[in-house]
């Protein structure tokens, strides 16, 4: 899985990710690192890039219907989360994550995660 990591996540979400043997790639190293969601969400349909925020306007599913994205992922956190914390909670869901979040909106918790299809 490639994943687009949006701006809201700690740097260190892409060496997460790596470990778990998938790809990422930050928002900041491709010049989106102050977009708006609209454009960000675009650069991850044209580029089939799975979306990964904590950002809830990207769950909205009128505004981005996650038939149109290689996945929606989007993180709940508890408040005043450290980044130890996003990235355990990032490290469980890639360990437990589906094959394929095409077409997906989920949404992740502590514990566990929702999928929308």
């Not at 360990?95 to 514990?111: E, F, Y």
Request: net charge neutral.
């Amino acid at each position: 899985m490639h994943f687009l990591v949006d701006a809201n996540m700690p740097k260190r979400c892409n060496d997460v990710i790596r470990h778990a043997g998938h790809v990422a790639t930050d928002v900041r190293d491709v010049g989106l690192g102050v977009a708006e969601d609209t454009e960000i969400a675009a650069y991850a349909a044209r580029h089939q890039l799975c979306i990964l925020t904590i950002d809830f306007d990207l769950a909205n599913i009128r505004d981005y219907p996650p038939k149109d994205y290689a996945g929606i992922v989007v993180l709940t956190l508890p408040k005043r989360a450290t980044e130890d914390v996003i990235c355990d909670i990032l490290a469980n869901f890639l360990s437990h994550m589906p094959a394929d979040l095409r077409g997906c909106l989920i949404v992740v918790d502590k514990k566990y995660f929702r999928v929308r299809r």
